[in-house]
């Protein structure tokens, strides 16, 4: 799962929002012990910079019709972005459908699409029940996807109330599982704070890596 990792600087004057450095310490390139040069340090942050972007750029509008994926295998995370452990992780399959909500749209007050889990019929009842929580997730979504200069139309939140998947990429497009979002930060009155924006950030660097 995704941390959240406490950044140093302020991004874009939103409140409670901080950009982290997505760019871990550069290797030492000779094996040597010697101190490394501030071009390579800055080259370390520029290749991540840049990589985010092509992220962004190429990113996929959320099919409209929902998900049917098996479970598949995720190889280490670029330097800098790895999860504790390291190595292979497996990412679980979903199987999700499109939430019509209390707009019957689809979608959030602000147009990010809404899906339930196929498997659980509790999905549904929990989007229904909680879909203010949804919309505020909405609000939080958006403020970070223009950090990133990301389209909403690439992004979606889920719902599902098994296993650990806070977010995960299907065919370029990111998706989010509210019941992170509920437990963690709307909950706790904290939807808008530090915590929350510093941790779902965090999150959107992970999978655009």
């Not at 991004?11 to 390579?40: I, L, Y």
């Not at 679980?92 to 707009?103: I, N």
């Amino acid at each position: 799962g995704v941390g959240g990792m406490m950044p140093p600087m302020g991004a874009g004057g939103m409140p409670g929002v901080q950009q982290p450095p997505v760019a871990g310490p550069t290797r030492d390139p000779r094996g040597d012990g010697q101190p490394v040069a501030p071009e390579m340090d800055s080259a370390s942050q520029f290749n991540m910079e840049s990589m985010l972007k092509n992220a962004v750029d190429t990113s996929a509008k959320v099919n409209p019709r929902g998900i049917n994926s098996a479970d598949s295998v995720m190889t280490a995370l670029p330097e800098g972005l790895s999860r504790p452990g390291g190595g292979c992780e497996v990412v679980p399959g979903h199987t999700l459908k499109p939430f019509s909500g209390q707009y019957r749209s689809g979608k959030t007050h602000n147009g990010i699409r809404v899906f339930s889990s196929k498997q659980h019929p509790h999905s549904e009842a929990f989007l229904q029940e909680n879909f203010h929580a949804v919309d505020t997730f909405g609000d939080v979504l958006q403020n970070l996807c223009g950090v990133y200069d990301l389209n909403l139309g690439s992004i979606a939140i889920f719902h599902d109330p098994t296993g650990g998947t806070i977010a995960f990429n299907a065919g370029k497009a990111l998706h989010f599982n509210v019941r992170f979002f509920y437990a963690l930060h709307y909950s706790l009155n904290k939807s808008h704070s530090r915590d929350a924006y510093s941790y779902w950030f965090t999150t959107i660097a992970h999978e655009l890596a």
